[in-house]
């Protein structure tokens, strides 16, 4: 039996071991799958142990994929550009980085819930690591306008200026909060932890579009801080990250295994579930 882990700090809350299960069930894959806690200061000895043991590939969570970036022996071109990897596979001496993130993000938008992105303006707001690992896939689906913000503005610059060679014709922007003012965008996608503190990113009302997407990378039983805000802008095409947590997995699970689960109704179970524990 192959196996495979989640590692993060803390990693109790994890969906990944429930999100793989189903997968191999649907899959008839005969795999393990676990959530490990690693140190802060001990990630690289967790991995290293988890594959001297026999294990095949782990998932990566925070605080611990820039450090999964520095111990791949060879990154995807999406890990290289995120600088952050989700995804490790053991391939003899090799160790393959990669970042499922992005995929995620945008199957979960565009197939999920009909959410088309090209010639939309697309706002992201937020400039660390979940953000770093969306831009170029988000630029890939061509977008009219990407705008980042950010709270610190050169943060949201620093983003802009590590993928700005992949922009083409896109608008491609960064700034601050404060600069949204006059601006207007049809999908608006919140990769800031501001919903794990009960907050909200401080942005204008008028950065909506009359019809715009409000998408949070986080998720929960019901509306996160920053979906409560749009839906009382009138909103009503919303949707938090359990979709982009269950594609991501997806992609993974492709990777290592070769084959594609279907990722619509692990998501369906896993909505109920999210919502009877509430």
Known sequence: MDRYAVIGHPIKHSKSPI?????????RQDLSYQALLAPLD?????????????????????????????????LTARAEAAGAVNTLTFRDDIVVGDNTDGVGLIRDLIVNLAC????????????????????LPLLQTKPTILTIANRTEARAHELRAAFVRHAGQVLFTAG??????????????????????????????????????????????????????????????????????????????????????RSAPVLSRLRRKLASSS
């Open 176 to 261: 601050s909060y404060q600069d949204l003012d006059g601006w207007e965008f049809d999908v608006v996608i919140n990769a800031t932890s501001a919903s794990l503190e009960n907050d909200i990113p401080p942005i204008p009302a008028s950065a909506f579009a009359p019809d715009a997407f409000a998408y949070d990378m986080m998720y929960s039983a019901g509306d996160t801080p920053f979906l409560a805000m749009a839906r009382d802008l009138g909103l009503t095409r919303l949707a938090d990250g359990l979709g982009m947590l269950v594609e991501q997995a997806a992609e993974s699970f492709a990777l290592w295994r070769g084959v594609r689960p």
């Open 19 to 27: 999100i793989h299960a189903a997968f191999a069930r649907q899959t």
């Open 116 to 135: 088309p992105l090209a010639g939309r303006r697309v706002l992201l707001l937020g400039a660390g690591g979940a953000a770093r690992g969306v831009v």
């Open 42 to 74: 001990g990630f690289s000895d967790t991995v290293r142990t988890f594959r001297a043991d026999g294990g095949s590939g782990v998932n990566v969570t925070v605080p611990f994929k820039r450090e999964a970036c520095a111990l791949a022996t060879r």
